[in-house]
C-alpha cells in the first residue's frame, strides 16, 4: 500500500511551465528524501533534482539550475517539481522517488519507492 503517484505531466511549448506533483498514499513524507528522475526515449534515466526529508537541502541536475525548484508540503505529503522555461530536451517520462532518511540523492539506486511516472512533452 506505500504508493507514490506523479501527476502535472502534458504537452507545452518551448518556454512555457508545468508543475509537477508527487503525492504519498499508505506512508507520510515527514521522514524521506525525494527525487525526481526523468527518461527520455533511448537515454539512460537521469537525477533531476532532489529534496531532504526536511527540505532544507535541495540539489539539482546542471542542465536544470535556475529553470526547475523542488519542494515539499509535508502536511500534504506532497512534494512538487515547479518547471519552467521548458526545452524541448526536457521532454521525458518524469518519475519521483523516495527512500527513509534525512539526505537526498540523484542517484536512482539510492531509492526503494518509485512512482509510475508522468509525460511531459515540450515540443511546438
Known amino acids: 500500500q506505500l504508493q507514490l503517484v506523479e501527476s502535472g505531466g502534458g504537452l507545452v511549448q518551448p518556454g512555457g511551465s508545468l508543475r509537477l506533483s508527487c503525492t504519498a498514499s499508505?506512508?507520510?513524507?515527514?521522514?524521506?528524501?525525494i527525487g525526481w528522475f526523468r527518461q527520455a526515449p533511448g537515454k539512460e534515466r537521469e537525477g533531476v533534482s532532489c529534496?531532504?526529508?526536511?527540505?532544507?537541502?535541495?540539489k539539482y541536475e546542471d542542465s536544470v539550475k535556475g529553470r526547475f525548484a523542488i519542494s515539499r508540503d509535508n502536511a500534504k505529503s506532497t512534494v512538487y517539481l515547479q518547471m519552467n522555461s521548458l526545452k524541448p530536451e526536457d521532454t521525458a517520462v518524469y518519475y519521483c522517488?523516495?527512500?527513509?532518511?534525512?539526505?537526498?540523492?540523484?542517484?536512482?539506486?539510492?531509492?526503494?519507492?518509485w512512482g509510475q511516472g508522468t509525460q511531459v512533452t515540450v515540443s511546438s
Open positions: 522517488a523516495s527512500d527513509l532518511g534525512y539526505y537526498c540523492s540523484t542517484e536512482g539506486a539510492f531509492y526503494a519507492f
Open positions: 499508505g506512508f507520510t513524507l515527514d521522514y524521506y528524501a
Open positions: 529534496i531532504s526529508s526536511s527540505g532544507s537541502s535541495t
